[in-house]
């Protein structure tokens, strides 16, 4: 997802996105693709195009339980780094006796 885009506007997401900076036309294009299959959706427009888009719900809710599942698996491999680099510690004191 695209950081502190929750719900903003075209010309937001143009100058925060480089593929599409300074693009309205390729936003609008990428937003409906990304609408097409349910990850955002329209919640205004002016003179006839789109100009506003919220992320669905759904991938906050989607999204948010991976996000713990990686939260778990990196403090899982912080924990393991932490167990080597003590034994490490170990084996390199008992090479200088």
Known sequence: MIKG????????LTRR?????????????????LESFGWVRE??????????????????????ERAEQERKK??????NLQKALELFGKEDSNEAD
């Open 17 to 33: 996105v480089t593929g599409v900076r300074g693009n309205t036309d390729a936003a609008r294009k990428a937003l409906a693709v």
């Open 74 to 79: 990196r403090a899982e491999n912080f924990k």
């Open 5 to 12: 885009y929750g719900g903003k506007d075209t010309r937001t």
């Open 43 to 64: 919640c205004g427009s002016w003179g006839g195009k789109p100009t506003r888009w919220e992320i669905s719900p759904v991938i906050h809710k989607k999204y948010k």
